[in-house]
């Protein structure tokens, strides 16, 4: 099983980018799937996520308004469009995907696999 994640770069403050994260080795439809982030020297953070069915999203309060995520379950794949970014956006972004409870996501419990991050710069 891998998560690819890719979409990251360096963007100006105020600028959009969109992070896709693919899942391949097995279909992921059945899963909740997340973003995690993590800047230098500070702890992983929850960012978003999005249930297996329904479509319920849950949002970290200083991305709401700003952040989207989404999925395409056909192409086992979760999306983050990011707008407004911030320089205090700049992390390393993870996705993630669990087969536990939608709610426990957010705390970083339950996760089944974890992809390999990509960067994102905001520059002020």
């Known amino acids: 099983v891998q998560l690819q994640a890719s979409g990251g770069g360096l963007v100006q403050a105020g600028g959009s980018l969109r992070l896709s994260c693919a899942a391949s080795g097995r279909t992921f439809s059945g899963y909740h799937m997340g973003w995690f982030r993590q800047a230098p020297g500070k702890e992983r953070e929850f960012v978003a996520t999005i249930s297996r069915s329904v479509g319920s999203t849950d949002y970290a309060d200083s991305v709401k308004g700003r952040f989207t995520i989404s999925r395409d379950n056909a192409k086992n794949t979760v999306y983050l469009q990011m707008n407004s970014l911030k320089p205090e956006d700049t992390a390393v972004y993870y996705c993630?995907?669990?087969?536990?409870?939608?709610?426990?996501?957010?705390?970083?419990?339950?996760?089944?696999?974890w992809g390999k991050g990509t960067q994102v710069t905001v520059s002020s």
């Open positions: 993630a995907v669990s087969s536990g409870s939608f709610s426990y996501l957010p705390r970083g419990t339950g996760i089944n696999y």
